[in-house]
């Protein structure tokens, strides 16, 4: 994941654990990561992570276990593929 950038969307209220747990593994796996931009209105789905191409998304802190593999899993994919 050298040389990927990584934007970490957070809205308002969220935990700060919510942006700044996902922004550690891939910051670990060679990534440059960003956090301080707000939710725009995307339309939100009750699943534990959402992958759609180059986004993934979770809901909560509790889904941090499933999202934090799936978010490396994803930008390493993206990285083979550039």
């Known amino acids: 994941m050298h040389g990927r950038k990584i934007a970490i969307l957070a809205t308002d209220g969220a935990e700060q654990v919510e ?3 996902p922004a550690q593994a891939p910051r670990e796996a060679g990534a ?3 956090v301080d931009l707000r939710d725009a209105g995307a339309q ?3 699943e534990t ?3 759609d191409g180059r ?3 979770s809901r909560k802190p509790d889904d941090l ?3 934090c593999p799936q978010a490396v899993a994803s930008f390493a994919g993206a990285a083979r593929a550039a």
């Open 65 to 67: 276990p499933a999202f």
């Open 19 to 21: 942006p700044t747990e």
């Open 32 to 34: 440059e990561v960003k």
């Open 55 to 57: 986004l993934v998304t």
């Open 49 to 51: 992570v959402v992958a």
């Open 44 to 46: 939100w789905v009750d």
